[in-house]
């Protein structure tokens, strides 16, 4: 089984900043990643997929990068709409999936 | 627009079998691009993939529930379903169901299930 690894379990970011989330998988998963936002009473919302590609509706202020083992989200400047949880999950080992256990963006 | 929506008993006894439906409107469930899955996330935890299903039938299940997990599909009614055998008050979540051809593209609503007698 590949296990996904977030990291910081919290982040404390004041609007308008920059936030940097990182997954880490436990063996190469290429670039089969994908992110999701998730806030309270909802369901998770697809924002990246192919580790680099944005799905359809998502703002530009979302980024994906990196391959292989190593992965970040970025969000250039944070609105108050993106305060949310944030997962990884890798695709790789389709179909077998694995989801990281997600990163808490919250107002600093 | 393609739509996922669960249903099912929200309350479950200990021992007994989980069983929920997630119904497909605004296109088929046969699309041969296209898995289906379910997954939880227990109140204030993270999500857990609990299996997929192709519109054929094939199914794949997480390891650690698979002894439990029964998915399936009825493509007569658009429709694919989850049982979850001899639950605890650990199998207590959010149900979800979605769509997938890789990453989980569209999910239904959610589904709250709790195990208690």
């Known amino acids: 089984e590949i296990v996904m690894t977030q990291s910081p379990a919290t982040l404390s970011v004041s609007p308008g900043e920059r936030a940097t989330l990182s997954c880490r998988a436990s063996?190469?998963?290429?670039?089969?990643l994908a992110w999701y936002q998730q806030k309270p009473g909802q369901a998770p919302r697809l924002l990246i997929y192919?580790?680099?590609t944005r799905a359809t509706g998502i703002p530009a202020r979302f980024s994906g990068s990196g391959s292989g083992t190593e992965f970040t989200l970025t969000i250039s400047s944070l609105q108050s709409e993106d305060f949310a949880v944030y997962y990884c999950q890798q695709y790789n080992n389709w179909p077998l999936w694995t989801f990281g256990q997600g990163t808490k963006v919250e107002i600093k | 627009q393609l739509q996922l929506q669960e249903s099912g008993p929200g309350l479950v006894k200990p021992s007994e079998t989980l069983s929920l439906t997630c119904t497909v409107s605004g296109g088929s469930i046969s699309s041969s691009s296209y898995y289906w899955g379910w997954i939880r996330q227990p109140p204030g935890k993270g999500l857990e993939w609990i299996g997929s299903?192709?519109?054929?039938?094939?199914?794949y299940y997480n390891p650690s529930l698979k002894s439990r997990v029964t998915i399936s599909v009825d493509t007569s009614k658009n429709q694919f379903s989850l049982k979850l055998s001899s639950v605890t008050a650990a199998d207590t979540a959010v149900y979800y169901c979605a769509k997938t051809q890789g990453a989980f593209d569209i999910w239904g609503q959610g589904t709250m299930v709790t195990v208690s007698s």
């Open positions: 299903i192709y519109y054929s039938g094939s199914t």
């Open positions: 192919g580790a680099s």
């Open positions: 063996q190469s998963v290429s670039s089969n």
